[in-house]
């Protein structure tokens, strides 16, 4: 994120940047890429799919349950 000083300082937000070849580090996003991956495996090109097939994919996503969510 090119503007994240001012995120920071107009939003009061703390922005974390992770080491990079530490995913560890970003547990969440990594696993979010799994499960993309279970829709599209790696290198597939993404302009390909129309808009509402994105959308499917994003809502079948959001609307998963997680167990850190109860």
Known sequence: ??????L???AGVQVY???P???WQRGTNENTNGSLRQYF????DLS???AA?????ALALN??????LG
Do not use: Y
């Open 8 to 10: 920071r300082i107009d």
């Open 53 to 57: 097939d994105l959308e499917a994919v």
């Open 21 to 23: 070849h530490s995913p």
């Open 48 to 50: 390909m799919h129309n």
């Open 41 to 44: 495996p790696k290198g597939t």
């Open 17 to 19: 940047f992770c080491d």
């Open 63 to 68: 609307t998963r349950p997680r167990k850190t």
């Open 1 to 6: 994120m090119a503007q994240h000083a001012r």
